[in-house]
């Protein structure tokens, strides 16, 4: 299945670096997100875009700065990021609020 | 604030046995419970889901129950199978915000 495509799938950086994440969705929904997954705890949604505005945002440091050009196209920058911010980061589309989530592979995010 | 409670945590069957997830939600408002499947190294994946306009839910093997009165649902597999193993996530919709509240997941892991 290919319909949320996340890059890259595996990123190191140190504390210093600035980069970006990248989600592509090719299912026509409306509402996208942004997930941060970590060990044996529940997903934490940290942003939620509708028709490329940002409706929701979870108390998210600001070292972390989303973007959403279209409703296509999902990206999260980063900045000055911290050792616990090493995480799984899940990209999900959904047709609208309410409807299932279809996950991206995500990008394995390692802080030194 | 609003939170889902997944148990247990772990899951070890016999091939061929039956294995049930429990959760618990604490939004009495919600009325929509996905349930997601999440191999290692790989997305997660919807499996099920059930609204509030029903108690149950089955496909094939799978299967979900919900208690509205009581505020839990359960995941129920049966003659479980090797490719069975893997995390499994519950969630709830809120009300307030239509976004998914997730629980921790349940490792299944099925022996041969």
């Known amino acids: 299945e290919t319909g949320v495509t996340q890059t890259p799938r595996h990123l190191v950086m140190g504390m210093t670096n600035k980069k970006s994440l990248k989600c592509e969705q090719h299912?026509?929904?409306?509402?996208m997100y942004w997930y941060k997954q970590s060990a044996k705890k529940p997903l934490e949604l940290m942003f939620v875009y509708s028709l490329e505005e940002r409706v929701e945002n979870n108390s998210v440091p600001s070292r972390f700065s989303p973007e959403c050009p279209n409703s296509s196209h999902l990206f999260l920058h980063l900045h000055t990021l911290q050792p616990e911010d090493s995480a799984l980061y899940l990209c999900a589309s959904s047709q609208e609020f309410g409807q299932p989530q279809h996950f991206g592979d995500g990008t394995r995010l390692s802080i030194l | 604030g609003e939170n889902v409670e997944q148990h247990p945590s772990t899951l070890s069957v016999q091939e061929g046995d039956s294995a049930v997830i429990k959760c618990t939600y604490s939004d009495s408002a919600s009325n929509y419970f996905p349930w997601y499947k999440q191999e290692l190294g790989k997305r997660p994946q919807l499996i099920i889901d059930?609204?509030?306009n029903v108690g149950e839910k089955k496909d094939q093997r799978i299967a979900v129950t919900l208690n509205k009165t009581a505020k839990h649902f359960s995941l129920h597999i049966t003659e479980t199978q090797p490719e069975d193993s893997a995390v499994y996530f519950c969630?709830?919709?809120?009300?307030?915000?239509?976004?998914?509240?997730w629980g921790a997941g349940t490792k299944l892991i099925i022996k041969p």
């Open positions: 059930i609204r509030s």
């Open positions: 969630a709830a919709l809120l009300d307030s915000n239509y976004q998914l509240i």
């Open positions: 299912l026509g929904h409306n509402a």
